[in-house]
Nanobody, 128 residues
Framework: QVQLVESGGGLVQPGGSLRLSCAASGRTFSNYRMGWFRQAPGKEREFVAAISRTGGSTYYADSVKGRFTISRDNAKNTVYLQMNSLKPEDTAVYYC?????????????????????WGQGTQVTVSS
């Protein structure tokens, strides 16, 4: 059993930066591929980024490439999302997810139910 808790969201001006954290409780964190998703008001859930079990591979949505970086520290059971050059369209609730089977490149098309675990989200608001 894995529980995920996101933190680090808040209000930031366009062009600013935030780092989100997703802390996992439970054992065998390194057995899980991890991902970040977001959902803006009135919009569908959107894939943001994913990372392999060891952190050796990453995968990003085109909308965040070059601006966001996903990383993980397995010793701390934590995955991060560093968000730079933030835009108003990045405003959303950001969720982390964990899965033991799905390749990270398939996170972009995975349904909510296809991923094993989800956090409850953290709000990111980009506004001047």
């Amino acid at each position: 059993q894995v529980q995920l808790v996101e933190s680090g969201g808040g209000l930031v001006q366009p062009g600013g930066s935030l780092r989100l954290s997703c802390a996992a409780s439970g054992r065998t964190f390194s057995n899980y591929r991890m991902g970040w998703f977001r959902q803006a008001p009135g919009k569908e859930r959107e894939f943001v980024a994913a990372i392999s079990r060891t952190g050796g591979s990453t995968y990003y949505a085109d909308s965040v490439k070059g601006r966001f970086t996903i990383s993980r520290d397995n010793a701390k059971n934590t995955v991060y999302l560093q968000m730079n050059s933030l835009k108003p369209e990045d405003t959303a609730v950001y969720y982390c997810a964990a899965d033991s089977r799905i390749p990270i490149t398939n996170f972009a098309s995975a349904t909510r139910m296809e991923l094993d675990y989800w956090g409850q989200g953290t709000q990111v608001t980009v506004s001047s």
